[in-house]
C-alpha cells in the first residue's frame, strides 16, 4: 500500500528525529543535526551520514560513509530499500553506528 504525502512525510519526519534523539543520546563523540528536514550526523573516525526524506517517491535517502547511498520505501511498518529488500534502514543503521536505532 502506498503512502499518502500527509502519512509519508508524518512517518519520515518521525524516523528522522528518532535516529536523531538516539545518535544524541548514545554516542558522546557524534554530532547529529537536522536543517530543513536533512539530517546530518557526523561521527569522527568513520565520516558523515546524510539523512533525508523524498517527499515525490515517498523514500527516505541515505547517504553512508560504510555503506554507500540507498533509497528506502516504507512497506508493512519497515523502512526497506527498494533495491534489496534484505536491506531495512534500522538494522543498517545500527550495525553501522552500533546503537539500536
Known amino acids: ?14 524516523l528522522i528525529e528518532r535516529i536523531a ?5 548514545n554516542l558522546e563523540s557524534a554530532d547529529a543535526d537536522i536543517q530543513s528536514g536533512i539530517l546530518t550526523i557526523t561521527v569522527p573516525g568513520l565520516g558523515q ?8 517517491n515517498r523514500e527516505i535517502w541515505v547517504s553512508s560513509p560504510k555503506s554507500g547511498a540507498y533509497h528506502f ?10 533495491r534489496d529488500a534484505a536491506v531495512v534502514l534500522g ?5 553501522e553506528l552500533g546503537v539500536a536505532v
Request: proline share 2%; charged share 25%.
Open 49 to 56: 551520514y546524510v539523512i533525508n526524506k523524498h517527499t515525490a
Open 1 to 14: 500500500m502506498s503512502l499518502d504525502e500527509s502519512r509519508f512525510t508524518t512517518l519520515a519526519d518521525q
Open 21 to 25: 534523539d538516539t545518535v544524541e543520546d
Open 91 to 95: 538494522p543498517l543503521l545500527s550495525g
Open 73 to 82: 520505501a516504507h512497506r508493512d511498518g519497515a523502512w526497506v530499500s527498494t
